[in-house]
């Protein structure tokens, strides 16, 4: 039997940072952005303070229109898949890769 390893990820948050535009050598657009997510959580029955800060990437078609919609403190929603980046100095990091993006 073949194990479905599951890899999807909900957020809710604001725009911290101006989204950014760009372009692959393949004529891939991509939109990047920083979401600040923070909520009260329950863990162990009680109250726990959630503070996330994670890098957005939305590539295709869709990146351009969202780069007019959305700027600095835009509430939206992201649904996606959590991926391993390093950045020029070779430190990891987690990035949101979005597959939905809903303004809220």
């Known amino acids: 039997m073949v194990e479905t390893l599951q890899n999807q990820f909900i957020i809710s948050g604001q725009l911290t940072k101006p989204p950014q535009l760009t372009r692959s050598p393949a004529g891939i657009s991509h939109l990047r952005f920083v979401l600040e997510h923070v909520s009260e959580q329950l863990e162990a029955g009680l109250p ?3 503070y996330v ?3 957005v990437v939305l590539s295709g078609n869709e990146a351009p229109q969202w780069a007019t919609e959305l ?3 835009s509430a939206v929603q992201v649904t996606g898949f959590l ?3 390093e950045d020029k100095n070779g430190l990891a990091k987690l990035v ?3 597959q939905q ?3 809220i």
């Open 101 to 103: 993006l809903v303004k």
């Open 96 to 98: 949101l890769h979005a």
């Open 71 to 73: 700027a600095v403190g």
């Open 83 to 85: 991926n391993r980046q």
């Open 53 to 55: 800060r994670i890098q």
């Open 48 to 50: 726990r303070r959630s």
